[in-house]
């Protein structure tokens, strides 16, 4: 099992900045691919980032690329998504997750793991 617990989240004007960490513990953290997803009231979760274990291997949604980046330390058994140019519709619950191996994935479903989520409201 891997445990995951976001924290980072808030209230912030648009076009302010965030940073979400994401705490790890359980299982070797550094074999898993680590990733954060959101979801917004009444939406389907969304997959916004995700990064392999090394770090080598980012991707990112479209409608985050350029102004989020994630990134991992693996000595601290944490991931992070520093989040940029913030707008209203970046509104949203952000979910930590993971999975075993090393493809990155888009579909949830493929995730293993997930933490409890951290709130992010932007205020236009």
């Known amino acids: 099992q891997v445990q995951l617990v976001e924290s980072g989240g808030g209230l912030v004007q648009a076009g302010g900045s965030l940073r979400l960490s994401c705490a790890a513990s359980g299982r070797t953290f550094s074999t898993f691919v680590m990733g954060w997803f959101r979801q917004a009231p009444g939406k389907e979760r969304e997959f916004v980032a995700a990064i392999t274990w090394s770090g080598t291997n980012t991707l990112y949604s479209d409608s985050v690329k350029g102004r989020f980046t994630i990134s991992r330390d693996n000595t601290k058994n944490a991931v992070y998504l520093q989040m940029n140019s913030l707008k209203p519709e970046d509104t949203a619950v952000y979910y930590c997750?993971?999975?075993?191996?090393?493809?990155?994935?888009?579909?949830?479903?493929?995730?293993?793991?997930w933490g409890r989520g951290t709130q992010v409201t932007v205020s236009s």
């Open positions: 997750t993971a999975r075993s191996g090393s493809a990155i994935y888009y579909d949830a479903r493929k995730y293993d793991f």
